[in-house]
Structures are given as C-alpha cells and as structure tokens.
DNA sequence: ATTTACAGCACCATTCTGGTCCGATATGGT
DNA sequence: ACCATATCGGACCAGAATGGTGCTGTAAAT
C-alpha cells in the first residue's frame, strides 16, 4: 500500500513526543510508551534502534532513559526514515546503476532516479521541529511548493478508482 | 525499505513499453514479458490488473492484446501506484482523521498528512509521457523543483549513516 | 471449429512485519 | 555492598503480505 512501517511510524511519533518535552531529562521506555499509548516491548525495540544509529542517547540505570543526540532542527525526517527502514528507494534501480538486471532494456530507469530525489528532498526538507511545530514548514523550494499545493486543494482531478484490497 | 512493490514496479515498465512502441496495434502478454524480459505469469497478472482498472484497453481472441486506455500525457505515475500498489498513505493518519486510535495524543498527524500530499504531487506530477522521454520533466511548481535540485546535486548535505541491515 | 489470448481465481513458498521475552550490563540510591 | 531500575542485544514467533504459478473459462479472429 506503499506506506511506511509501524516500526518508522512509531519511532518518529517517539522522537517527536521528546523532542516536545520540555526539559531536556531523559525519558525511558516505559514513559515514552505510555505517553504514546504504544506497546511497551515494540517501543523499546525502537528507541534502542534510534540509539544506535545515533539519533538518540541513551542512559542506563536508573534515572535513565533516551534523549535526542540533536536538536529538533537537525533531524529530518528523511533521516528517521532511513535509520529505521532503509535507504528510500522506490524502485531498484533508483539508487543508481547496476542494481537491476534490466537495465539495457528498461528505459524508466533514470526518470525513476529524479523521481526518487524528490520524494527524498521532501522529507529531508521536514525536520522533527516542524513535526512538533503547529504551522509545520519553512525554508526551501519543496516547502513553497507544499504551501501552494495546500492553497488550491487538487489542482488536478483525478477520479479515484473503484479499488478493492 | 519504503519501496514499491515489484508488481507496481512492473506495472509501471510495461506501461512504458505500451506508450514507447510506435504503432497503436495491442501487444499481448507474452510479447511485453518477453521485450521486457520479466516472468510471464506474472506480467499476465499485472496486465490483467491494469486493464481491470481502467489504464489499459484489452483485446481477447487472436490478435489481441493491450493498449493504452488514454494518450500517455494523460497517465500519472501517482495514478498507476494507486491502481496497483493501491492509495498512498505514508502513515495510517496521513489520509484523514478517525483511521487511527491516537489522534487525541499524536502532534504528528497534520504534519504527516502534508507531506504525503507532497508526496502524492509529486507523483501525480510525472506523467508515462515523460518517462519514455529523454528529459523528463515540464510543468508544475514541483517539476521546477525537480530540475532544480538536479542542478544542485547535494542541497543539503546529510552524513549517509552506516546502516547495515 | 480451432486457435489465440485475456479473465478470474485459487494456490503456494518465502519474506517481512509486528510483537514478545529473556539474560546481561550499567547506573543511582540506600 | 547491594538492590532496584533501565537499557542492550539477542532470539523468537505468529500472521500477513509479496512474488510467483497454474488452471479453467470465455471472447475474438481465421
């Protein structure tokens, strides 16, 4: 359903429930998960994730918990993604070359590529204090181009499709 | 891995296939698994799919095959993915409200549901034209977002972290 | 009538996902 | 020193989704 993992799901909502506390105390597992309404073992699984690719710190003992390893600033989205689910690839062949067996024949190749850097630009372009923020985005080209797209509902109408799962 | 499925990826190559060929005579199943070089079943699967959809006419009888239901001008890749991969909704929330059991709690939900608009514009935004075309892109603010980020290769640099899976 | 080729559906193996649990280790307090 | 608290690093498991196959039926052309 082209959507992103509970997993990815859940740990941005995390980050984003620390990175709205206000003092700067370390929160453990069980705090985060409750606040959240989160199964406890999943969200513990998760944050010991996001410490050790270092978008958290973690504390242990007691009076320990998990922190942010940056300020909300320096977190993107983009970056919460590819920590818990993998580089953003829509295809194969989107990263680059030689990845696909088919890549003498296929002529979709590159578009895909582009297509993939602008999917990647957006969420990179989301940082975890727009996330937290009530009026959500700022700076850059991709950010305009969200703010207009907000003005004019659907700028182009697309029947959506009698589709049953 | 946040990737598309491998049905919608094919989907989407024989799509391709169907708008590049010259001529407007139907291709069956069999030829376009063979140019495309993909497993049989399968692409009959897809096609089937496709054509059950709405984006491609189908032909029965000897002779027969697949067309294009509309000019490829007229097809969007977000149109495609909705068809097959079904609609796009990066988290549960990111459609509308009332899918999900912690709106009260999560801060994130609006967020979310910009960036999957952006998300969604900037598929709807790439037509099947442009993807058997040489240079890809043309109209739309975030087309022009596009071309520029393909100027500028790295806007802003994020460390590639040392995912390993 | 025969051949061609799509339509629909059931089926299967493998992988991925969401979720749980446990022993080990580190920290703070008594 | 000891204990309670928490993270750390695994293993583990059931169920769903994915990728892929096969078969029967039906429509169209020769």
Redesign the pocket.
């Known amino acids: 359903?082209f959507?992103?993992?509970?997993?990815?799901?859940?740990g941005i909502v995390l980050m984003a429930q620390l990175a709205s506390t206000p003092d700067r105390s370390?929160?453990?597992?069980?705090?985060?998960a409750a606040s959240a309404d989160?199964?406890?073992?999943?969200v513990?699984?998760i944050?010991?994730a996001l410490?050790?690719e270092g978008l958290?710190i973690?504390?242990?003992?007691?009076?320990?918990?998990?922190q942010l390893a940056r300020l909300p600033e320096e977190l993107s989205v983009s970056e919460m993604i590819r920590v818990l689910?993998g580089p953003v690839a829509l295809t194969d062949c989107a990263i680059g070359p030689t990845l696909c067996s088919h890549e003498s024949l296929c002529a979709v190749r590159e578009p895909w590529q582009v297509i993939n850097r602008v999917v990647e630009r957006a969420l990179a372009d989301v940082t975890l204090a727009d996330l937290v923020r009530q009026r959500p985005l700022r700076r850059g080209a991709l950010a305009e181009g969200i703010l207009q797209i907000e003005r004019r509902p659907e700028p182009r109408p697309e029947r959506s499709p009698t589709h049953v799962?």
Chains 1, 2 share one sequence.
């Open positions: 359903m959507r992103l993992s509970k997993t990815t799901d859940y370390p929160l453990n597992a069980r705090e985060l989160l199964p406890a073992p999943m513990s699984k944050l010991k410490a050790r958290l973690s504390q242990r003992g007691s009076k320990g918990g998990y689910e799962d």
